[in-house]
């Protein structure tokens, strides 16, 4: 229970910050680079997870252990700067891809259907290949899916 307390603290402390930073500097740095930065850190993270849980089983030390858990948890700042940055960025990109339309609305509800979807898809795939092939395997399979959006952001947006 103090880990999945701890993971929640970590990611909503490094989400803040992010959030703020892209407030204050998305119109210094464009939106679409800060985008990506939330966009590329999901994959990092998940390809991160994937190295870690492939350690696990060879670290038999419980001091070894306590530090896998340690960089367990510090993989959930880059969950924060995802959060962060998508909860500021996607309804300015959102009124950006809209503007002028009149279609803001539409817009808003697509790409947040778009998120929930993918957000419960994630879940479901992550635990089905977690329980079937181990967490190796889902954290692998959830990052390279998750290239798919970042690298579709990257080439299609202007």
């Given at each position: 229970?103090l880990l999945?307390?701890l993971?929640?603290v ?7 910050p992010?959030?703020?930073?892209c ?5 210094k ?8 930065l ?9 390809v991160l997870?994937?190295?870690?849980a492939a ?8 001091m070894?252990q306590?530090i896998?858990a ?7 700042v880059?969950?924060g ?7 500021t ?14 279609r ?5 509800g697509l ?9 419960m898809a ?7 290949l ?6 190796e ?5 959830l990052?390279?899916l998750s290239?798919?959006?970042?690298f579709?952001?990257?080439?299609c947006?202007?």
């Amino acid at each position: 229970i103090l880990l999945s307390g701890l993971c929640i603290v970590i990611a909503q402390s490094a989400m803040m910050p992010f959030a703020k930073m892209c407030g204050d500097y998305s119109p210094k740095w464009g939106r679409k680079r800060l985008f990506l930065l939330g966009l590329f850190s999901l994959p990092v993270r998940c390809v991160l997870l994937s190295l870690l849980a492939a350690a696990k089983e060879s670290i038999v030390s419980t001091m070894g252990q306590d530090i896998l858990a340690i960089m367990i948890l510090g993989t959930q700042v880059l969950d924060g700067v995802g959060a962060g940055i998508f909860g500021t960025l996607y309804i300015l990109v959102t009124s950006d891809i809209s503007g002028g339309t009149g279609r803001f609305s539409l817009m808003m509800g697509l790409t947040t259907g778009a998120m929930c979807l993918g957000c419960m898809a994630s879940g479901y795939i992550g635990q089905t290949l977690a329980h079937d092939f181990g967490y190796e395997a889902a954290f692998s399979a959830l990052g390279l899916l998750s290239f798919i959006p970042a690298f579709m952001y990257l080439f299609c947006m202007p």
